[in-house]
């Protein structure tokens, strides 16, 4: 849905209501009007979809008194969608303007990683299927994290402050981009994070590092394709399901990622060959799921980057497109 300019209220970023009505985004029936064939509009629903992200952000940290794991889960994911929309508008920003709300971005983000830690590290070891020895070294580990779970207080500050910078790059945002921004900067923008995404999926074959990189431009890349689906059409939206389909099996991989840092810090006390038995139980484990996503995604990435760009600018127009004359309302 196609939002209007969004505004800084005290608590957080409130975006308008809606420009065009549902039925309505492509402009006019059976025209070729569309936000993004309107630079002015174009660059206004970029706003508008960076500002719900960050409206997002800050609901999910009002929300922590009825779930803090899922409010942290929201929280993140909240900002992981700003950095997408950052990230389509990237080439419209002075570079010292990018860089310095993609930081702000990345640190509000990376302050609630402890604390996602903790909630999802203890449950994946315990789901793991592991031999009697490493299932012992796993409880020490995670008996031995428990007693250093950021309080309750502490994460929630950590969610308000982080929220409130995250709304403050609304007003970054907005009063560095030019007066209008044309597709060819936002497929660009697109452009950019599937060839990070393909690169790192293709780094990962030797690093695991890179695997998480991967996951995390194609969640961005997913991201983006969802919200041009939304002002285009059934094509984005083929495209989009294409690039999500491809980073599903990612997550398991990156949660044992995750683990394994989690086991390292919290290893304190248990003996050096335990948790070398442990990591290599995960490591086990991690390759085979690295190893299944890699392959089931390399449909997805198969196309160089500006082949890329070009198919999507195509389903952009095929979604534009004014509807074919109906051929049974021709007089021969």
């Given at each position: 849905?196609?939002?209007?300019?969004?505004?800084?209220?005290?608590?957080?970023?409130?975006?308008?209501?809606?420009?065009?009505?549902?039925?309505?985004?492509?402009?006019?029936?059976?025209?070729?009007?569309?936000?993004?064939?309107?630079?002015?509009?174009?660059?206004r629903a970029m706003v508008s979809e960076f500002a719900s992200a960050a409206e997002a952000a800050r609901g999910a940290a009002g929300a922590a008194d009825r779930g803090l794991s899922s409010a942290v889960h929201d929280y993140r994911k909240a900002l992981r969608r700003a950095r997408a929309v950052l990230a389509m508008v990237a080439?419209?920003?002075?570079?010292?303007?990018?860089?310095?709300?993609?930081?702000?971005?990345?640190?509000?983000?990376?302050?609630l990683g402890p604390s996602r830690d903790h909630s999802v590290a203890p449950d994946t070891l315990s789901r793991l299927g592991l031999g009697e020895s490493d299932r012992a070294t796993a409880d020490a580990v995670i008996t031995s994290a428990a007693e250093a779970t950021p309080p309750l207080a502490e994460v929630k500050q950590l969610l308000a402050e982080g929220a409130a910078r995250t709304a403050a790059q609304v007003e970054a945002l907005e009063a560095a981009l030019p007066a209008s921004i044309a597709w060819e900067v936002v497929s660009r923008g697109v452009r950019d994070v599937y060839d990070d995404a393909r690169r790192a999926r293709k780094s990962?074959?030797?690093?695991?590092?890179?695997?998480?990189?991967?996951?995390?431009?194609?969640?961005?890349?997913?991201?983006?394709?969802?919200?041009?689906?939304?002002?285009?059409?059934?094509?984005?939206?083929?495209?989009?399901?294409?690039?999500?389909?491809?980073?599903?099996?990612?997550?398991?991989?990156?949660?044992?990622?995750?683990?394994?840092?989690?086991?390292?810090?919290?290893?304190?006390?248990?003996?050096?060959?335990?948790?070398?038995?442990?990591?290599?139980?995960?490591?086990?484990?991690?390759?085979?799921?690295?190893?299944?996503?890699?392959?089931?995604?390399?449909?997805a990435f198969r196309r160089k980057p500006r082949r890329f760009e070009r198919r999507l600018t195509k389903a952009v127009r095929r979604d534009l497109a004014p509807p074919a004359p109906d051929d049974d309302h021709h007089v021969a």
């Amino acid at each position: 849905m196609v939002r209007g300019m969004a505004t800084t209220i005290e608590h957080g970023v409130k975006a308008e209501p809606p420009q065009f009505a549902e039925h309505d985004k492509l402009g006019p029936l059976g025209g070729k009007q569309s936000v993004l064939d309107n630079e002015l509009e174009l660059r206004r629903a970029m706003v508008s979809e960076f500002a719900s992200a960050a409206e997002a952000a800050r609901g999910a940290a009002g929300a922590a008194d009825r779930g803090l794991s899922s409010a942290v889960h929201d929280y993140r994911k909240a900002l992981r969608r700003a950095r997408a929309v950052l990230a389509m508008v990237a080439h419209a920003l002075p570079k010292s303007e990018r860089r310095a709300v993609r930081r702000a971005l990345r640190e509000a983000r990376r302050a609630l990683g402890p604390s996602r830690d903790h909630s999802v590290a203890p449950d994946t070891l315990s789901r793991l299927g592991l031999g009697e020895s490493d299932r012992a070294t796993a409880d020490a580990v995670i008996t031995s994290a428990a007693e250093a779970t950021p309080p309750l207080a502490e994460v929630k500050q950590l969610l308000a402050e982080g929220a409130a910078r995250t709304a403050a790059q609304v007003e970054a945002l907005e009063a560095a981009l030019p007066a209008s921004i044309a597709w060819e900067v936002v497929s660009r923008g697109v452009r950019d994070v599937y060839d990070d995404a393909r690169r790192a999926r293709k780094s990962a074959k030797r690093s695991k590092r890179a695997f998480h990189t991967w996951r995390r431009r194609s969640k961005e890349l997913t991201y983006q394709l969802r919200v041009l689906a939304g002002y285009a059409g059934p094509s984005v939206s083929q495209l989009q399901r294409e690039i999500e389909g491809a980073t599903d099996p990612q997550g398991p991989g990156v949660d044992l990622i995750m683990v394994r840092d989690f086991v390292r810090t919290y290893s304190q006390g248990a003996p050096g060959d335990a948790i070398d038995s442990l990591l290599g139980s995960i490591d086990g484990e991690l390759d085979l799921l690295a190893k299944d996503a890699r392959k089931v995604a390399k449909p997805a990435f198969r196309r160089k980057p500006r082949r890329f760009e070009r198919r999507l600018t195509k389903a952009v127009r095929r979604d534009l497109a004014p509807p074919a004359p109906d051929d049974d309302h021709h007089v021969a």
